[in-house]
Protein backbone atom coordinates (compact mmCIF):
# COMPACT_ATOMS: atom_id res chain seq x y z
CA UNK A 1 0.00 0.00 0.00
CA UNK A 2 2.84 2.67 0.73
CA UNK A 3 4.57 1.32 -2.31
CA UNK A 4 1.65 2.44 -4.10
CA UNK A 5 1.35 5.70 -2.35
CA UNK A 6 5.12 6.54 -3.19
CA UNK A 7 4.82 5.71 -6.85
CA UNK A 8 1.64 8.02 -7.67
CA UNK A 9 3.56 11.02 -5.19
CA UNK A 10 6.50 9.99 -7.65
CA UNK A 11 4.52 10.29 -10.81
CA UNK A 12 2.95 13.47 -9.45
CA UNK A 13 5.83 15.06 -9.25
CA UNK A 14 7.57 14.12 -12.32
CA UNK A 15 4.19 15.42 -14.02
CA UNK A 16 4.13 18.67 -12.39
CA UNK A 17 8.07 19.42 -13.03
CA UNK A 18 7.80 18.71 -16.54
CA UNK A 19 4.41 20.70 -16.77
CA UNK A 20 6.30 23.72 -14.96
CA UNK A 21 9.30 23.02 -17.69
CA UNK A 22 6.99 23.38 -20.29
CA UNK A 23 5.51 26.68 -18.91
CA UNK A 24 9.03 28.26 -18.22
CA UNK A 25 10.01 27.49 -22.13
CA UNK A 26 7.13 29.32 -23.20
CA UNK A 27 7.67 31.41 -21.04
CA UNK A 28 11.20 32.21 -21.93
CA UNK A 29 10.75 31.81 -25.53
CA UNK A 30 8.07 34.58 -25.48
CA UNK A 31 10.04 37.04 -23.76
CA UNK A 32 13.03 36.10 -26.45
CA UNK A 33 10.57 36.66 -29.64
CA UNK A 34 9.53 39.38 -27.88
CA UNK A 35 12.29 41.18 -26.82
CA UNK A 36 13.73 41.91 -29.81
CA UNK A 37 10.90 44.02 -31.04
CA UNK A 38 10.37 47.25 -28.85
CA UNK A 39 8.14 49.80 -28.90
CA UNK A 40 8.29 53.36 -28.34
CA UNK A 41 5.90 56.60 -28.17
CA UNK A 42 7.28 60.04 -30.20
CA UNK A 43 5.48 63.16 -30.00
CA UNK A 44 6.70 65.85 -32.76
CA UNK A 45 6.49 69.41 -32.91
CA UNK A 46 4.84 71.21 -35.98
CA UNK A 47 4.35 69.42 -39.65
CA UNK A 48 4.66 65.55 -39.76
CA UNK A 49 4.99 65.11 -43.49
CA UNK A 50 6.14 62.16 -45.25
CA UNK A 51 5.43 60.06 -42.10
CA UNK A 52 3.77 56.88 -42.80
CA UNK A 53 3.13 53.77 -41.08
CA UNK A 54 6.31 52.19 -42.80
CA UNK A 55 8.35 55.01 -42.49
CA UNK A 56 11.93 53.72 -41.48
CA UNK A 57 14.07 55.10 -38.39
CA UNK A 58 17.70 54.83 -38.65
CA UNK A 59 20.68 55.02 -36.60
CA UNK A 60 23.99 56.21 -38.65
CA UNK A 61 22.13 55.69 -41.17
CA UNK A 62 21.38 51.99 -40.88
CA UNK A 63 17.69 50.89 -40.08
CA UNK A 64 16.92 50.22 -36.84
CA UNK A 65 13.25 50.00 -36.88
CA UNK A 66 10.40 51.45 -38.15
CA UNK A 67 7.00 53.29 -37.64
CA UNK A 68 3.93 50.72 -36.63
CA UNK A 69 0.94 53.54 -35.60
CA UNK A 70 0.20 56.91 -36.27
CA UNK A 71 -3.32 58.22 -34.57
CA UNK A 72 -4.93 61.18 -33.11
CA UNK A 73 -5.40 61.50 -29.64
CA UNK A 74 -5.74 64.11 -26.42
CA UNK A 75 -4.07 64.71 -23.57
CA UNK A 76 -5.10 64.47 -19.94
CA UNK A 77 -6.81 67.72 -19.65
CA UNK A 78 -8.56 67.26 -22.94
CA UNK A 79 -7.70 70.85 -24.27
CA UNK A 80 -5.03 69.84 -26.74
CA UNK A 81 -4.61 67.44 -29.88
CA UNK A 82 -2.05 65.18 -29.98
CA UNK A 83 -0.38 62.95 -32.68
CA UNK A 84 1.77 59.83 -31.06
CA UNK A 85 4.03 57.90 -33.68
CA UNK A 86 4.50 54.46 -32.54
CA UNK A 87 7.63 53.49 -33.63
CA UNK A 88 8.83 49.69 -33.27
CA UNK A 89 12.67 48.66 -32.77
CA UNK A 90 14.64 45.82 -33.65
CA UNK A 91 16.71 44.97 -30.77
CA UNK A 92 18.76 41.68 -30.41
CA UNK A 93 18.05 40.86 -26.58
CA UNK A 94 19.01 38.02 -24.61
CA UNK A 95 15.72 36.86 -22.38
CA UNK A 96 15.65 40.56 -21.07
CA UNK A 97 19.48 40.13 -18.97
CA UNK A 98 21.40 42.20 -21.17
CA UNK A 99 21.50 46.11 -21.24
CA UNK A 100 18.34 48.17 -23.72
CA UNK A 101 20.49 49.42 -26.27
CA UNK A 102 17.44 51.94 -26.92
CA UNK A 103 17.54 53.31 -23.56
CA UNK A 104 21.19 53.40 -23.61
CA UNK A 105 21.01 56.00 -26.68
CA UNK A 106 18.62 57.69 -24.52
CA UNK A 107 20.77 58.09 -21.97
CA UNK A 108 23.72 59.20 -24.15
CA UNK A 109 21.49 62.05 -25.47
CA UNK A 110 19.90 60.74 -28.33
CA UNK A 111 16.85 62.35 -30.01
CA UNK A 112 14.54 61.44 -32.84
CA UNK A 113 13.99 64.31 -35.47
CA UNK A 114 11.96 63.58 -39.29
CA UNK A 115 14.07 64.76 -41.86
CA UNK A 116 13.25 66.37 -44.73
CA UNK A 117 10.65 65.08 -47.25
CA UNK A 118 12.32 63.38 -50.62
CA UNK A 119 11.19 65.47 -53.37
CA UNK A 120 10.42 63.11 -55.38
CA UNK A 121 8.36 60.48 -53.17
CA UNK A 122 7.07 62.78 -50.42
CA UNK A 123 8.34 60.58 -47.76
CA UNK A 124 10.42 61.22 -44.89
CA UNK A 125 12.96 59.21 -42.40
CA UNK A 126 13.19 59.33 -38.84
CA UNK A 127 17.31 60.11 -37.91
CA UNK A 128 18.52 59.23 -34.18
CA UNK A 129 21.06 61.60 -34.00
CA UNK A 130 22.94 63.52 -30.78
CA UNK A 131 21.74 66.52 -29.52
CA UNK A 132 24.08 68.36 -27.37
CA UNK A 133 21.00 70.53 -25.15
CA UNK A 134 19.75 67.73 -23.25
CA UNK A 135 16.52 68.16 -22.09
CA UNK A 136 14.36 66.49 -19.23
CA UNK A 137 11.50 64.31 -20.50
CA UNK A 138 8.22 65.47 -18.18
CA UNK A 139 6.63 62.38 -19.10
CA UNK A 140 8.20 58.96 -19.02
CA UNK A 141 5.65 56.64 -20.41
CA UNK A 142 2.23 57.18 -22.88
CA UNK A 143 -0.45 54.17 -22.68
CA UNK A 144 2.39 51.66 -21.33
CA UNK A 145 4.76 52.68 -23.62
CA UNK A 146 8.17 54.87 -23.27
CA UNK A 147 8.31 58.24 -24.72
CA UNK A 148 11.72 58.94 -27.11
CA UNK A 149 12.44 62.10 -26.96
CA UNK A 150 12.49 64.19 -29.95
CA UNK A 151 13.59 67.28 -31.39
CA UNK A 152 11.50 70.47 -29.53
CA UNK A 153 13.13 73.06 -32.43
CA UNK A 154 11.22 72.95 -35.70
CA UNK A 155 13.12 72.96 -38.52
CA UNK A 156 11.69 75.09 -41.71
CA UNK A 157 11.78 72.50 -44.38
CA UNK A 158 12.68 73.18 -47.93
CA UNK A 159 9.82 73.24 -50.39
CA UNK A 160 9.79 73.21 -54.32
CA UNK A 161 8.73 76.73 -53.94
CA UNK A 162 11.55 78.04 -52.41
CA UNK A 163 14.43 75.66 -54.85
CA UNK A 164 12.37 77.39 -57.64
CA UNK A 165 13.45 81.03 -56.09
CA UNK A 166 16.94 79.79 -55.57
CA UNK A 167 17.10 78.75 -59.21
CA UNK A 168 16.21 81.62 -60.52
CA UNK A 169 18.53 83.47 -58.04
CA UNK A 170 20.91 81.56 -59.93
CA UNK A 171 20.41 81.76 -63.19
CA UNK A 172 20.19 84.81 -62.83
CA UNK A 173 23.23 85.63 -61.49
CA UNK A 174 24.71 83.67 -64.16
CA UNK A 175 23.29 86.22 -66.48
CA UNK A 176 24.92 88.90 -64.94
CA UNK A 177 27.98 87.18 -64.94
CA UNK A 178 27.74 86.89 -69.16
CA UNK A 179 26.77 90.09 -69.49
CA UNK A 180 29.59 91.84 -67.89
CA UNK A 181 31.96 93.48 -69.26
CA UNK A 182 34.74 91.07 -68.44
CA UNK A 183 33.46 88.56 -70.21
CA UNK A 184 32.85 90.41 -73.29
CA UNK A 185 36.40 91.59 -73.48
CA UNK A 186 37.32 87.73 -72.85
CA UNK A 187 35.27 86.96 -75.57
CA UNK A 188 36.34 89.53 -78.16
CA UNK A 189 40.01 88.46 -77.38
CA UNK A 190 39.25 84.48 -78.59
CA UNK A 191 37.70 85.89 -81.27
CA UNK A 192 40.56 87.58 -82.66
CA UNK A 193 42.64 84.69 -81.92
CA UNK A 194 40.72 82.66 -83.78
CA UNK A 195 41.22 85.26 -86.87
CA UNK A 196 44.90 85.04 -86.31
CA UNK A 197 45.20 81.11 -86.04
CA UNK A 198 42.99 81.10 -89.62
CA UNK A 199 46.16 83.27 -90.95
CA UNK A 200 48.72 81.26 -89.72
CA UNK A 201 46.73 78.20 -91.35
CA UNK A 202 46.55 79.91 -94.61
CA UNK A 203 50.13 80.67 -94.32
CA UNK A 204 51.35 77.24 -93.92
CA UNK A 205 49.53 76.01 -96.66
CA UNK A 206 51.15 77.85 -99.18
CA UNK A 207 54.20 76.28 -97.86
CA UNK A 208 53.61 72.97 -97.22
CA UNK A 209 53.24 71.36 -100.83
CA UNK A 210 56.99 71.90 -101.36
CA UNK A 211 58.09 70.29 -97.76
CA UNK A 212 55.74 67.50 -98.49
CA UNK A 213 58.27 67.00 -101.97
CA UNK A 214 61.42 67.18 -99.82
CA UNK A 215 59.92 64.75 -96.97
CA UNK A 216 59.19 62.11 -99.96
CA UNK A 217 62.68 62.59 -101.35
CA UNK A 218 64.21 62.33 -98.19
CA UNK A 219 62.16 59.49 -96.76
CA UNK A 220 62.92 57.55 -100.65
CA UNK A 221 67.10 57.62 -99.77
CA UNK A 222 66.30 56.33 -96.62
CA UNK A 223 64.34 53.59 -97.79
CA UNK A 224 67.06 53.10 -100.53
CA UNK A 225 69.57 52.96 -98.01
CA UNK A 226 68.03 50.45 -95.77
CA UNK A 227 67.45 48.41 -98.47
CA UNK A 228 70.85 48.44 -99.62
CA UNK A 229 72.30 47.37 -95.73
CA UNK A 230 69.30 44.54 -95.96
CA UNK A 231 70.80 43.24 -99.27
CA UNK A 232 74.53 43.49 -97.57
CA UNK A 233 73.45 41.84 -94.31
CA UNK A 234 72.04 39.00 -96.32
CA UNK A 235 74.94 38.35 -98.26
CA UNK A 236 77.21 38.30 -95.31
CA UNK A 237 75.03 35.99 -93.35
CA UNK A 238 75.30 33.58 -96.36
CA UNK A 239 79.20 34.46 -97.09
CA UNK A 240 80.87 35.40 -94.23
CA UNK A 241 84.56 34.30 -95.36
CA UNK A 242 83.80 37.05 -98.04
CA UNK A 243 84.77 39.81 -95.37
CA UNK A 244 88.21 38.64 -95.11
CA UNK A 245 88.83 37.24 -99.28
CA UNK A 246 86.71 40.21 -100.73
CA UNK A 247 83.32 39.76 -102.90
CA UNK A 248 84.43 37.59 -106.03
Do not use: C, W
Request: glycine share 6%; net charge positive.
Amino acid sequence: MRSEKSYTLIGVFVVGAFILMLMGSVFFYYEYVHSKLQMYVMFFKGSLQGLNSTTPVTYRGIKIGEVKLIEVTENRSRNKVMIPVYVEFFVEKNFGFTQNPIHLLISNGYIAQISKPNFISGNAVIELVKDNDRHQIKQVMFHGYPIFPTRNTVDKDTTLDDSIKEAKLTFEAIRKLVSSQEVKDLIKSTQEMTENVDRLAIGIEEYLPRTLVYFNLTMKKIADAASSTQNLTDYLSRNPESVLRGKR
